[in-house]
């Protein structure tokens, strides 16, 4: 079928490599013509995904009108912050069968909502389906054994697009629980980003262990308020993505994170990272969502302090560690 990739990211580069590899005729859209161009020259996204051949028969583009009108589905890789934007100058294009999946993992800033209730407030009625899960750029265009969960509200949307996307080395569940889907993936990037808090203080595996599990209880704690399932955050949009953002030096997140523990400020940081890093603008977003939720969640809290109001990482695991006395549940 066509599909259009709609941002040449290394998540965007990889999906495009995955569904090219699959027998669609795939557009990739950039949001700039040299980077296009660049990515067309070279057969590869030096930027964003060096090292990886992309293969010939893809089709580049700038134009986003172009590259939505010609699409059957529309991937959509697109920061956080900027998929509103882009949803609505989309909408004028969007035809009656085409189908969006959203890949970005993330909370709107300002409004604190989910991907998929900004794709549905600026495309009313689409038919649109998200897919999550542990899944590294890096490793999905290399054909590195993967699986992910795709989620929507219309079971033969979700079912479709399973079974465009499964490959091979890309195995594709499903899930109807789309709050939890999305919560998971969103909210694991801010316990990501405070693994490699961890890391850049040298702190051991005992620390992180600690980090990872009571950093699950808060996803859960938050996302069930939000009307997900708990059962959800225990399987690849929760626990998987989890395990794989906090331990792997593909995941932004945790290499912001170390840079944070070593001292660097936020600017620094994100000035060495050169690329968009969702855990930081996630923070923001889950901090107000558990003020409104009356949900407890110290290491975002934490979390949110350090990236905010200058505090030292030392000091917040130091606080963290001192807390009341606890049950574990």
């Known amino acids: 079928m066509k599909v259009s990739v709609i941002g040449s990211g290394g998540w965007g580069t990889a999906l495009t490599v995955l569904l090219n590899s699959l027998g669609n005729e795939v557009t990739l859209w950039s ?30 583009t700038s134009d986003l009108r172009l590259a939505v009108e010609s699409a059957e589905l529309l991937v959509y890789t697109l920061p956080s912050h900027r998929l509103r934007s882009y949803a609505k100058e989309m909408s004028a294009y969007i035809k009656d ?41 890096e490793e999905v265009a290399r054909f590195i054994p993967t699986a992910v969960v795709v989620s929507s509200e219309d079971q033969e949307v979700e079912s479709r697009v399973q079974g465009i996307f499964m490959s091979e080395s890309f195995r594709v569940y499903t899930n109807s629980d789309v709050i939890g889907v999305e919560m998971g993936g969103a909210l694991k990037n801010v316990i990501a980003l405070c693994a490699g808090m961890v890391d850049g203080l040298d702190y051991g595996d005992n620390t992180k262990a600690a980090l990872m599990t009571r950093g699950l209880v808060e996803m859960i704690r938050l996302g069930v308020a ?21 331990t792997s030096m593909h995941s932004r997140n945790r290499r912001a994170g170390i840079l944070l523990g070593q001292g660097k ?25 558990a003020k409104k939720a009356g949900v407890e969640m110290p290491i975002v809290n934490e979390a949110y302090k350090i990236l905010h109001e200058g505090k030292s990482p030392r000091q917040a695991v130091l606080d963290l560690m001192m807390r009341g006395k606890k049950e574990e549940l």
């Open 31 to 60: 949001w700039h013509q040299d980077e296009s161009n660049q990515i067309k020259n070279d057969h590869e996204n030096k930027a964003f995904l060096p090292g990886v051949i992309i293969p010939e028969g893809i089709n580049y």
């Open 97 to 137: 069968n085409q189908i969006i999946v959203n890949c970005t993992k993330g909370l709107e800033p300002g409004s604190l909502k989910r991907m998929s209730e900004c794709i549905k407030e600026e495309i009313p009625g689409c038919k649109w389906a998200v897919l999550s899960g542990p899944s590294h750029a």
């Open 226 to 246: 939000m009307g997900a399932k708990k059962e959800t955050f225990m399987g690849l949009s929760g626990n998987g993505d989890l395990i794989v953002t906090c």
């Open 265 to 289: 400020s936020l600017e620094e940081t994100l000035a060495e990272i050169k690329m968009l890093t969702e855990g930081i603008t996630t923070c923001g977003a889950a901090y107000e969502l």
